[in-house]
């Protein structure tokens, strides 16, 4: 059971910077894609970064060249590394990656999540 647990979430006034961290345990297959996703009040979920097993990254308009996406291989991390943040970014933020096993088939799994608060 792939077990992904979200940090680093809290209240930070418009300008300043936070950084997430997922803890990502009990993976079975090889992990294909980690990434952010959140969800604002009243608004669908949405990608916010993804970053490939080979290390390629992509990121939604919104945070391009605020927010930063990497992977600790080492500690089986994921990090997201948040500046510049806007009253638009408070969102609950979501970690989440695919697995694919041997036959090609792909398994996600998701976080609980950590709200991500920003005053202006």
């Known amino acids: 059971q792939v077990q992904l647990v979200e940090s680093g979430g809290g209240l930070v006034q418009a300008g300043g910077s936070l950084m997430l961290s997922c803890a990502v345990s009990?993976?079975?297959?090889?992990?294909?894609?980690t990434g952010w996703h959140r969800q604002a009040p009243g608004k669908p979920r949405e990608l916010v970064a993804i970053?490939?097993?080979?290390?390629?990254?992509h990121y939604a308009d919104s945070v391009k060249g605020r927010f930063t996406i990497s992977r600790d291989n080492a500690k089986n991390t994921v990090n997201l590394q948040m500046n510049a943040l806007k009253p638009e970014d408070t969102a609950v933020y979501y970690c989440?990656?695919?697995?694919?096993?041997?036959?090609?088939?792909?398994?996600?799994?998701w976080g609980q999540g950590t709200q991500v608060t920003v005053s202006s």
């Open positions: 989440n990656l695919e697995e694919r096993a041997p036959d090609g088939n792909l398994f996600g799994s």
């Open positions: 009990g993976s079975r297959f090889v992990i294909d894609v």
């Open positions: 970053i490939s097993s080979g290390g390629s990254t």
